[in-house]
């Protein structure tokens, strides 16, 4: 009997390099639905046609989905983040789950450094400003990047490479991390976060959505910022508090915000649509043709190479045999 691969959902207009990955190698693929369904409906597909492999983008895949498919052998995650898919379950069941983690470190860094130049250069205000037929270039007060102090948090690959290119442009560039120590990137100092936050012109967060990351930029760390700087978030929505964020632009505490990602997305509550110093796009910063078709055919290969009964190249999990 072929085994079937469920692809939850998906980011990009169709299913192509998926299915011609799954189905050149023997298997069959069931699509869901191209915006993340509920994680009932993921459930729900799952019980339906047991897949012994998981791609999935945004959507949910919960313990629920996970025990209403016997056959399970691989969860893939169409991205870097994990906090979509129940690991521990996965683990438990003996599932392997797996990720692209290095997909994207060019977009993301490159999507983070254009932020600290709209900012800096007032981009995306003076571009504003003339379309509503305003010419008033004695009103800049722009920035020179290169006597900046650039934070960054979280000192993983795109965090090192945004590390790098901030201090081609001159910035001095301080990081902290935990988990991580700045050998192999020159330049770069480590600190403690109270340091960082007080000392750096444009903080950069770059750290993975976990129990402990979770609004880790909250009102606190907001009030430790200096007072006007830019605030850049690349990473995972609920690392930052969105309402302290709105809150510090109205006070002028925050000069500026780069958000890629939102708790709230797609929603976007309408004070942080109003402010002028917010600059908001909607979860692209992983996006290229490159990284996208980098990112799929290697996701899907994990699932091939896990049903074929080969390791993966990428676990994120030690499943129990």
Known sequence: MTQTVLLTDYAWPDDRIERAVIEGAGYRLISGPANPASAEQIEALAREHHPSGILTCWAQVSTAAIEAAPDLK??????????????????ARGIWVTNVPDYCVAEVSDHAVGFALCWTRGL????????RGRWDPASARLRRISELTCGIIGLGRIGRATATKMAALGCTVVVHDPY?????????????MDELLTSSDIIVVHAPLTPDTHHLIGRDALSRMRHGSLLINVSRGAVVDTQAVIEALESGQLGGVGLDVLESEPEVPSRLLAHPGAMITPHVAFSS?????ELRRRAAEEVVRVLSGQLPEQPRNRPAV
């Open 74 to 91: 691989i969860v893939a995650r169409l991205g870097v983040g994990l906090d979509n898919i129940a690991v521990d379950a996965a683990t």
């Open 124 to 131: 995306i205000h003076f571009d504003r400003e003339v379309h």
């Open 180 to 192: 991580a120590s700045a050998s192999g990137t020159s330049g770069v100092r480590m600190l403690p």
């Open 289 to 293: 043709d490159a990284s996208l078709n």
